[in-house]
């Protein structure tokens, strides 16, 4: 096997540089590939979800992700859709829910639920947060209820919640 190396690869104007038919240009197999800013890394999909129904006025762990980041400047972008919340009684109330970082809160979310029984709440939020390191982070979306009347659950027959992570290059 020989080694190329080179300063700068360029095509006449034009024309582009391509990589022959059949052929692979592995850019993780000896070293780190700089990727142009805003370009998406790598992506974690995560459905790591807790079944419960609580009526816990302080939050609890609903669902978690882990991402490794290759870069500790770039940007993690979380997002969960999918999943719900369910209110199960009679009475107003207001479910909430966050993505942390450890003890660090991301985001908040906040639905009113005016007393309707089965009033079924999407869960759909998008949080932000840099890197700060190449070792594993594990964010956790997390949900309450307001005054511990209603109950905060999902419905994993129907709607598992899909939790995402994207690395983005700064």
Do not use: C
């Not at 360029?10 to 850019?27: C, E, Q, V």
């Not at 807790?50 to 669902?63: G, Q």
């Not at 993690?76 to 660090?104: C, D, P, Q, W």
């Not at 639920?113 to 709440?121: H, K, P, R």
């Amino acid at each position: 096997m020989s080694t190329l190396e080179v300063k700068e690869l360029s095509a006449p104007a034009g024309f582009d540089i391509k990589i022959a038919s059949g052929k692979t240009l592995d850019l993780n197999s000896q070293g780190d590939v700089k990727m142009p800013a805003g370009s998406v890394v790598q992506a974690v999909r995560s459905t790591d979800y807790a079944d419960l129904n609580t009526s816990s006025t302080t939050y609890v762990t609903l669902a978690t992700i882990t991402i490794t980041p290759r870069n500790s400047s770039n940007l993690i972008l979380l997002s969960v859709t999918g999943g719900k919340m369910n209110h199960n009684t009679a009475s107003a109330t207001t479910h909430l829910y966050a993505f942390y970082r450890g003890a660090e809160v991301l985001s908040y979310n906040t639905h009113w639920s005016g007393g309707s029984i089965n009033y079924d709440i999407a869960l759909n939020t998008t949080a932000y947060d840099m890197a700060d390191t190449t070792s594993p982070i594990t964010f956790h979306l997390k949900g309450k209820v307001s005054n511990g009347n209603g109950w905060l659950m999902h419905d994993t027959a129907n709607q598992v919640p899909n939790i995402t992570a994207m690395e983005i290059a700064q």
